[in-house]
């Protein structure tokens, strides 16, 4: 196993660019086989056709092959009752592709999605993704695969869960994602975001596959070739398929995709394949083109830190602005939080998240540290909170190592490991931690003899933590050094010791710092006076992250205006926006933001339910219900006038992409726990349909992550949903029509393989004589796609797909 994995990555540095291979299901389809089935099973039923393709992509130049293994997952295999021979399965597709490889090319053993979300968007846990993965990724590697390869992965926590179960194998470990047109998953996250984590865990290669052709796959790693110098891999389709006749046909050439790669090798791919439509002679030519290519030329680590959420990322150190670290999640000193805390709620930590989101924080720090609680627990459900509360990349703040795991298993993202020290304890426990889950350390200079007076001192302690992350794999773009601030009131000179470690720190070891700034003014008067001007000269003397209350004014102010007095804000445009509301005769140095003239006026019932649903309320929205009830509102009253208008202003937040799938699925979470309350007030009366809307993943499509979103939204819109589920036949289909006299049949295919049974199914329908509304939707589905069949209405996103089917049946009526 080791010898395999030393193999390939001398390849990959010695040798130079490597070519993968392309679709396997195209070239299925083009042998003729038939959709149906397990795709994954054809190792032990038909292993001759299997090596027939990865010989025809050995022939046309491949450096690598990959298992027909994307859907063998013992989640997957389940839907054909074949998880029992998981073991089987992976093992003989890794023997079919050796025995094609002659001991000439790799074998790259493939995962793919198990299907499922990982919590809190979805049902699954992230012990048991990550224990999906490592069981099929061990499958692998003891059948003798050279490298593992994950692949158009959605969801980046299942992304976590795959990199660190590969990992388990010793082999490189090679992930990808799928983005659309808009550079963004179908859960929001971004090229960089993804790049960031999986750099971060350890991931050799990274890069995208799927759904976009060769230009869209340039501008997603493209993307990630400005946060990462790990290797890139790209694997584009040959273009967004079309359906010509009863064909679904991917458009571009070999030649031109061919045309197209030296642009990629200059974007800093490595290793190049190819995805959905691509053939062997589209890898015969790229590989081509792609072997003399002129590549961009190997860069180092990036002399800045990123962190990232799920949808968003930030970059501080190596000379960018110094960045807001918000460090109002903490019990400490506050009492009704420490209570919430300990009673297992979250609506204060959901309310300081969106506060200090909105007052200019970049990141935010989670502390849950009650004593006398599972902190652990208490952890989890905090970093869930903030994850679905702000986009922002959060700090996982805890002496605890079990709740710092817990922290580093929910957070989206690469998060910042709040804290360790010099101390061997701290060291001990979690390096390797912060190896396993990816992140950034936090680095307090301290040891076990304690606090050095000097800057040198703390340099020293900087130095030695430095050098046991190396030995972690953990390099210094992911360190950020805490000078610790000391009280001036016990010691005059403690604050220009803390200036003097971080200009030291900076200028000897090139990492980011940190301070956690109020700390100075402890025991004096009029603390804020004294923390405004510290942070102005922290900033000044090269501090890179600053630790305070962002709805401080005082603080924001002296941050904004040290931003400019070091060059940091260019031609002060964020000083100017922050003071940008000045009345007129004010002279620019008393401009100051503007309260509001007078009281504000308390929202009523309606915008409380309204203020619910759109921020996900799910604690408090049931007694809001009952206020509701209280006042004298009636059910109807209730769901028209707050709910519903809550779930329309989250649809708008999700068409201009100030939302993304997440929210939206915690909205509908919460609207659902509105309507259970309202249903015992309707006492067994069956309330008013919006209308019956049949949907179901059409036969040999085993996924339905689309339609299940999309029939949760439905019916906290009013519908009554018939979901048959997924790999339905068209006779079920029309019979479920039928006797349900449906007003929408709603159809979703994933595969290239299985999109054309939507036409089949719309035809048998209208031969039914059933006069239902008709949507389509899924990866491979596209307008011309829909219309083409004669479907009604192109679903497009489940957001979409509502309100269009809301659209139509307003029409039909």
């Known amino acids: 196993m080791k010898r395999a994995s030393l193999n390939f990555l001398s390849a990959l540095l010695k040798k130079g660019p490597l070519v993968l291979d392309g679709a396997m299901g195209t070239m299925l389809q083009k042998l003729g086989l038939r959709p149906g089935g397990c795709p994954d099973e054809l190792c032990l039923r038909q292993p001759d056709l299997i090596k027939k393709v990865h010989a025809l992509y050995k022939e046309a130049g491949s450096d690598v092959v990959t298992t027909n293994t994307f859907g063998a997952n013992r989640k997957k295999l389940a839907e054909y009752g074949l998880q029992n021979r998981l073991r089987e399965i992976n093992g003989a597709a890794v023997n079919i592709a050796r025995a094609a490889a002659g001991g000439k090319v790799f074998v790259a053993g493939g995962l793919g999605p198990t299907g499922s979300f990982v919590e809190p968007v979805g049902d699954m846990s992230f012990d048991e993704a990550l224990g999906i993965f490592a069981e099929q990724a061990g499958a692998l590697a003891d059948a003798g695969a050279d490298l593992i390869i994950i692949e158009t992965m959605m969801d980046i926590k299942e992304v976590k869960a795959a990199v660190i179960g590969a990992k388990s194998t010793g082999l490189p470990v090679a992930v990808t994602m799928t983005f659309d047109e808009t550079m963004r998953t179908v859960l929001g996250t971004p090229p960089e975001s993804f790049a960031v984590m999986a750099a971060s865990l350890g991931a050799d290669l990274i890069g995208a596959n799927c759904s976009l052709g060769i230009e869209g796959i340039y501008r997603a790693v493209s993307a990630m070739s400005k946060v990462t110098s790990t290797p890139l891999i790209a694997q584009p389709n040959a273009g967004i398929p079309a359906l010509r006749g009863t064909e679904t046909v991917f458009p571009d050439s070999p030649d031109e995709m061919a045309a197209f790669v030296p642009k990629l090798a200059q974007a800093g791919v490595r290793v190049l394949g190819g995805c959905c439509g691509t053939t062997p002679d589209h890898i015969k030519k790229m590989g081509r083109v792609f072997r003399k290519a002129k590549f961009k030329k190997g860069t180092d680590a990036p002399a800045f830190t990123t962190l990232s959420s799920r949808t968003a990322f930030v970059s501080f150190g190596g000379g960018l602005p110094a960045i807001i670290i918000g460090e109002r999640i903490n019990p400490t000193g506050r009492k009704l939080l420490a209570a919430e805390i300990k009673e297992g709620k979250t609506a204060g930590i959901r309310n300081e998240a969106r506060i200090q989101t909105e007052a ?42 079990l709740a710092m795991e817990a922290g580093l298993q929910c957070a989206d993202g690469k998060p910042l490991i709040n804290s360790i020290s010099g101390e061997e304890k701290k060291l001990r426990e979690i390096l390797p931690l912060a190896g396993k889950y990816g992140g950034a350390l936090l680095a307090l200079t301290l040891d076990d003899k304690g606090i050095p007076p000097t800057a040198e001192g703390r340099l020293k302690v900087a130095e030695k933590i430095v050098k046991r992350a190396a030995k972690e794999g953990i390099g210094k773009q992911d360190i950020v050094i805490d000078c610790l601030a000391m009280t001036v009131s016990a010691d005059a000179k403690s604050a220009l010791e803390t200036l003097r470690a971080i200009r030291l720190i900076k200028d000897r070891l090139g990492v980011a710092t940190a301070l956690g700034v109020s700390n100075i003014s402890f025991g004096l008067p009029v603390r804020e006076v004294i923390n405004a001007n510290f942070l102005t000269m922290a900033i000044a003397a090269g501090l890179d992250a600053a630790i305070i209350n962002p709805g401080n004014k005082a603080m ?3 941050y904004h205006a040290a931003l400019v007095l070091t060059a940091k804000d260019t031609r002060a445009e964020r000083y100017i926006k922050r003071f940008k509301p000045v009345v007129i005769g004010e002279t620019a140095g008393d401009a100051r933001p503007k309260e509001a003239a007078g009281p504000v006026k308390a929202a009523g019932i309606r915008e409380r339910l309204k203020k619910a649903i759109i921020e996900g309320d799910e604690d408090n929205i049931t007694s809001l219900v009952e206020a509701a009830l209280t006042e004298g509102l009636d059910p109807i009253t209730i769901s028209s006038e707050g709910l519903i208008p809550g779930l329309e202003e989250v649809g708008r937040l999700f068409a201009c992409n100030k939302y993304f799938l997440p929210q939206v699925m915690l909205s509908a979470d919460t609207m659902k726990k509105a309507f259970e309350r309202l249903k015992k007030e309707l006492k067994g009366a069956k309330s008013a349909s919006a209308g019956k809307v049949l949907l179901a993943t059409v036969e040999g499509d085993i996924h339905d992550i689309g339609k299940n979103i999309v029939a949760t939204l439905l019916e906290n819109h009013g519908f009554e949903v018939i979901d048959l589920g997924k790999n339905v036949s068209a006779d079920k289909i029309v019979n479920a029509a039928l006797k349900h006299k449906v007003d929408v049949v709603g159809l979703s295919a994933l595969m290239t393989t299985t999109v054309m049974e939507m036409d089949t199914v719309i035809k048998r329908l209208r031969d039914a004589g059933i006069n239902a509304v008709t949507i389509v939707g899924g990866a491979v589905v596209t307008r011309e796609f829909a219309d083409n069949i004669g479907a009604t209405a192109y679903g497009g996103d489940a957001v979409s797909a509502v309100d269009k089917i809301k659209r139509l049946i307003r029409r039909k009526a």
Do not use: K, Q, W
């Open 556 to 558: 924001m102010d002296a």
């Open 360 to 401: 200019g924080a970049h990141t935010l720090d989670v502390n849950v540290g009650v004593p006398g609680i599972d902190e652990a627990g208490a952890m989890r459900r905090a970093v869930f909170a903030v994850n679905e509360n702000t986009s922002l990349p959060i700090v996982i703040d805890s002496s605890n190592p």
